[in-house]
């Protein structure tokens, strides 16, 4: 049982260089989530995409962008990481209509130096 | 945005007490979930609420939805020490947007 699968795990950046998060689930669910958590904070929606081929911005979306590739994947590219992105990343997704618990990945830890 | 309160921040509580932590919010929502998450991982999924004063138990775990729909609380019986970690309220608005209350930190003294 897979469930939501983000890669990497960890990732060192340096300032201004870009990446991007990979987020697969295998639920067959409908919307995914992006998240940031920073200590007292909680976690902070950064892109949602509700159902594929839409996506909106969560309360910080700036810095950041996403892409639904397709029902299963969402990633989420940073195109020049500043130390203020040194947080964990969290992918979640969940069914759209009835049952609307959302499901977590693993988490993936960034650092920007 | 939305904004979540959740209180209180942090919890130090005798082993066997019960636990008791809720959330407000200044707008409706039609879900309230609770999740719980430990050093390293993800948030896991405790219970999910769907109706006005639904009351919802899961074992030692009691949450209700608000009659209001902007509030939900959250109450551990007889807490054990594996309990610790940080709990979150999360909110569902229509359209599927899913936002977080900052968490309430537990702690258990054996």
């Known amino acids: 049982n897979a469930g939501v699968t983000q890669t990497p795990k960890f990732q060192v950046l340096k300032t201004g260089q870009s990446m991007t998060l990979q987020c697969a689930q295998d639920m067959n669910h409908n919307s995914m989530y992006w998240y940031r958590q920073d200590p007292g904070m909680g976690l902070r929606l950064i892109y949602y995409?509700?159902?594929?081929?839409?996506?909106d911005k969560g309360e910080v979306p700036n810095g950041y962008n996403v892409s639904r590739l397709n029902k299963r994947e969402f990633s989420l590219r940073l195109e020049s990481a500043a130390p203020s992105q040194t947080s964990v990343y969290f992918c979640?997704?969940?069914?759209?209509?009835?049952?609307?618990?959302?499901?977590f990945g693993q988490g993936t830890r960034l650092t920007v130096v | 945005g939305q904004q979540l309160n959740q209180s209180p921040q942090s919890m130090f509580i005798q082993e066997g007490e019960d636990v008791s932590m809720n959330c407000t919010s200044s707008?409706?929502?039609?879900?309230w979930l609770w999740y719980k998450q430990d050093p390293g991982e993800g948030p896991v999924l405790l219970i999910a609420?769907?109706?006005?004063?639904e009351l919802t138990s899961n074992g030692r775990l009691t949450a209700q939805f608000g009659i209001t729909r902007k509030d939900s609380f959250l109450n551990i019986s007889a807490s054990i020490p594996s309990d610790v970690g940080i709990y979150f309220c999360?909110?569902?608005?229509?359209?599927?947007?899913?936002?977080f209350g900052a968490g309430t930190i537990l702690r258990v003294k054996s």
């Open positions: 707008s409706i929502f039609n879900t």
């Open positions: 999360a909110g569902m608005e229509y359209g599927n947007k899913l936002v």
């Open positions: 609420l769907y109706k006005a004063g």
């Open positions: 979640a997704s969940s069914e759209y209509r009835g049952n609307t618990e959302a499901f």
């Open positions: 995409s509700a159902s594929e081929g839409t996506t």
